[in-house]
């Protein structure tokens, strides 16, 4: 029986990254990792030393987490939390995840986290799929994300990935993807990485807290 399904070569493969590469370069793709990787550093490298430099002259953080658990529910963070990972991600999930640090379950909290760090991102995109039906908001939206929206369209699933795991709005990418109709599909799979980006936050964080 003959078929007319293509069978990708080595050769053909290879060739597919080389143009895959000269791509990337053209549109300066890893010039922009480079550069959000260094700020994004940066950003973590001063929280850092601000908590440092706080806790050691003003507060004991572990104190102020351990509070944080006795005053509010859990139920009550973790709406926050979600609320915040739909709109435009306000809150870093650092602070959650150092709470999550605290409670009686740690890893448990931390699945619950990044879950509804994922769900939010889904209405996220949600919303963005729908802000066409009310045209100047759309346009309003258009005109603050712009520049995920451009990156977005020249690099597909891989800015997912970036938003997932590294110090962008994931919630702001997951918006963007809805408004330009970004494949769902391949959203929820690049997106999953959110998942890893938690667990890798999670290992440094509860060693610190």
């Known amino acids: 029986m003959r078929t007319n399904r293509k069978v990708r070569t080595p050769q053909v493969a290879v060739k597919h990254l080389v143009l895959l590469n000269r791509y990337y370069r053209i549109t300066r793709f890893y010039d922009f990792i480079r550069d959000t990787s260094v700020k994004g550093g940066i950003i973590v490298g001063l929280i850092v030393l601000l908590l440092v430099g706080l806790e050691y002259f003003v507060l004991d953080f572990n104190v102020l987490l351990n509070r944080l658990v006795e005053i509010y529910s859990p139920l009550t963070v973790f709406a926050t939390f979600f609320l915040s990972e739909v709109f435009l991600g306000l809150l870093p999930p650092e602070i959650f995840i150092a709470w999550a640090s605290k409670s009686v379950s740690p890893w448990l909290f931390l699945g619950v986290l990044s879950s509804l760090s994922y769900l939010g991102g889904i209405l996220a995109y949600y919303v963005g799929s729908r802000l066409f039906l009310i045209p100047s908001v759309k346009n309003h939206i258009e005109a603050k994300i712009a520049t995920h929206i451009t990156n977005l369209r020249k690099w597909g699933g891989i800015f997912v990935f970036i938003g997932a795991m590294l110090p962008l709005p994931h919630s702001v990418v997951s918006m963007a993807c809805g408004l330009i109709n ?28």
Do not use: D, E, P, T
Request: aromatic share 40%.
């Open 182 to 209: 970004y494949s769902f599909r391949n959203y929820l799979l690049w997106a999953l990485f959110r998942f890893v980006r938690f667990v890798i936050y999670a290992f440094i964080i509860f060693r610190v807290f």
